[in-house]
């Protein structure tokens, strides 16, 4: 059974960070994208970052570029998102997500999910 586990939400403060962890395991995720989305209440979920396995190419939305980063640890199956400069519209559920490395940007297009995990930034 493929579980996306993710870790790391929590309460910060404007400014501050937290770091997601994703623990991924039930299959191999060789030639997989992982990636992170949001979805804030009353809002559809976004696209926050990407890393492929080819090249291992790394994506950003453009509102979290130069403050969030994207990693992968292969052996492990896991992938982070260090998030830096937090700021109160960062506030949202974030997913973790695997992909065929061929696929874009579109959550749509992911066919395992983690169940989430709260970040809260207050002001």
């Known amino acids: 059974q493929v579980q996306l586990v993710e870790s790391g939400g929590g309460l910060a403060q404007a400014g501050g960070s937290l770091r997601l962890s994703c623990a991924a395991s039930?299959?191999?995720?060789?030639?997989?994208?992982m990636g992170w989305f949001r979805q804030a209440p009353g809002k559809e979920r976004e696209f926050v970052a990407r890393?492929?396995?080819?090249?291992?190419?790394?994506d950003y939305a453009d509102s979290v570029k130069g403050r969030f980063t994207i990693s992968r640890d292969r052996g492990m199956n896991t992938v982070y998102l260090q998030m830096r400069g937090l700021k109160p519209e960062d506030t949202a559920v974030y997913y973790c997500a695997a992909a065929r490395d061929s696929v874009g940007l579109d959550g749509r297009s992911y066919v395992y999910w983690g169940q989430g995990t709260q970040v809260t930034v207050s002001s």
């Open positions: 890393i492929r396995w080819s090249g291992g190419s790394i």
């Open positions: 039930g299959r191999t995720f060789s030639g997989y994208a």
